[in-house]
């Protein structure tokens, strides 16, 4: 069964540091999205991506993030400069045209220390 | 503001009961309504999506409701398994966009 795989599972790193969290969505899907979970909340939107741009963003998709799809497989989640706060589980999600159920990956861990 | 609240915040019930899970939301205009599992350190899995011309949607043991006139919805589980210990987040969409309304989740621990 097709699935959304995200790489790496778990990543530490120094603050001030810049991190790219990577996601293989399902491969006839054209809509990506990024959410996060800081531990023990909810999970928040960040960013969707449809025809190589951004679609919609959160307030917290501030300048230090971006995203991109580099290749025809690959949608990346930058951080420029982490921060404390930064950390929390990280998740990719991808949408088929015309479908209304997303497909989550199955998250990376993103340590700020 | 739009919110999406979940009752209660931990439910613990023993192997082979029953239980439901409430979600009330204030979100405008509402498109559809979703329950995902989604167990520790992994991504949501979807359990059902509901319009709103939807009452009633099962997927297995699951069993969820809506009613749009008072903006509830359960998710009622039969028979539950070890398994089932995750949390169920009731996610609701405000419009055809993807900024989906979240709800902190409830978790769910069976106990053989």
């Known amino acids: 069964e097709p699935e959304v795989t995200q790489t790496p599972s778990h990543q530490v790193t120094q603050m001030g540091q810049e991190v790219i969290l990577r996601c293989v969505p399902i491969?006839?899907?054209?809509?990506f999205y990024w959410y996060r979970q800081i531990l023990g909340q909810k999970v928040e939107f960040l960013v969707s991506?449809?025809?190589?741009?951004?679609?919609?963003k959160s307030e917290i998709f501030d300048d230090q993030f971006s995203v991109e799809r580099p290749d025809g497989s690959n949608f990346t989640l930058k951080i420029r400069s982490t921060k404390l706060e930064d950390s929390a589980m990280y998740f990719c999600?991808?949408?088929?045209?015309?479908?209304?159920?997303?497909?989550f990956g199955q998250g990376t861990r993103l340590t700020v220390v | 503001k739009n919110q999406v609240e979940q009752s209660p915040q931990s439910l613990i019930i023993l192997e082979g009961k029953n239980c439901t899970l409430q979600?009330?939301?204030?979100?405008?205009?509402?498109?559809?309504l979703r329950w995902y599992k989604q167990d520790t350190g992994r991504g949501p899995v979807s359990l059902t999506i509901?319009?709103?011309s939807e009452n009633t949607k099962s997927n297995g043991r699951y069993t969820a409701t809506l009613d749009a006139d008072t903006k509830q919805s359960s998710l009622h589980i039969t028979a539950s398994q070890l398994s089932d210990s995750a949390s169920y987040i009731c996610?609701?969409?405000?419009?055809?966009?993807?900024?989906?309304?979240w709800g902190a989740g409830t978790k769910l621990i069976i106990k053989p």
């Open positions: 999600a991808s949408r088929e045209t015309g479908g209304t159920e997303a497909f």
């Open positions: 491969s006839n899907h054209l809509y």
């Open positions: 979600c009330n939301y204030t979100v405008s205009p509402f498109s559809n």
């Open positions: 509901m319009t709103f």
């Open positions: 991506f449809y025809n190589n741009e951004i679609s919609e």
């Open positions: 996610v609701v969409s405000a419009d055809s966009n993807y900024q989906l309304i």
